[in-house]
């Protein structure tokens, strides 16, 4: 019972990992044992938050950087990332980006290049890592959705990101059920708003917005990015080995009020 949350021995990858949320899960995944690689278009986000898990828990963290939106860029570091590791246990997408328009008024650009970041990202993670985990005897893929993806807001501001994190609930579901037969679960987490490095930025210019957002929460407070690592260390240990296609919500108790 004492090694059902052990990652000894096992090999994870993070995209997103140079961000709030995936720099937190990179790091859990590293404190309980596994060896940890992490993605993104930025080399220097990566480098610097390997540097501080490197600090925090003396092990080291792999970077790749890559384009999860773009086919080329993923299958190539699947091939890269097979060479030098031979396999995959774990994969967590917490990639994606959250522009906010009027609905009246959304660019259409902008919507593909949301559903590009959140969604198709996902999908092309999925299908070449996947495949190693298939080809190997399995792995858990955890992703990273919203509440956002089944509760609104009386603003339609949000409407490309929800439909976004909708989907992604739609594709874990459908994953879940169609790899299960591979020894392959793929189950997702669905954050409120957290605070990371960038929504601090954000709260400098909003001051209100974190205590607004708050006192809606049960709990009375938003998240921190460790309420989301704790979930994805669950899904991807051996206490989740007959867990697949759930959505967990760290939310504070947000959805009770539905």
Known sequence: MKQLFSLEG???LV???????????????????????????????LKKTADHIKAETGREVFCFEADASDEE????????FKEKFGTIDILVNSQGQNKKFPAFEHPMDE????????????????????????????????????VGAIRTKPSDISACYGATKGAVNA????????WAK??????????????????????EKNPSLRDDTAARVPMGRIAL??????????????AASFVTGQILYPDGGLLTLQ
């Open 10 to 12: 096992k090999i994870a």
């Open 15 to 45: 995209f997103g990992g140079g961000g709030g949320i995936g720099g937190a899960v990179a790091e859990a995944l590293a404190v309980h044992g596994a060896t940890v690689a992490i993605s993104s278009r930025s080399l220097e986000k």
């Open 73 to 80: 860029s993923v299958k190539s570091l699947s091939e890269k």
């Open 111 to 146: 919507w593909d290049k949301m559903f590009d970041a959140n969604v198709k990202s996902i999908m092309i993670t999925c299908k070449y890592f996947g495949k190693i985990m298939e080809e190997n005897g399995g792995g858990r893929i955890i992703n990273v959705s919203s």
């Open 171 to 178: 594709l874990t579901l459908t994953l879940a059920a169609g």
């Open 182 to 203: 591979h020894n392959i679960t793929v189950n997702a987490i669905g954050p409120i708003m957290t605070e990371t490095e960038m929504m601090k930025s954000i709260f």
């Open 225 to 238: 990015p460790e309420d989301s690592a704790g979930l994805v260390v669950f899904f991807a240990s051996d």
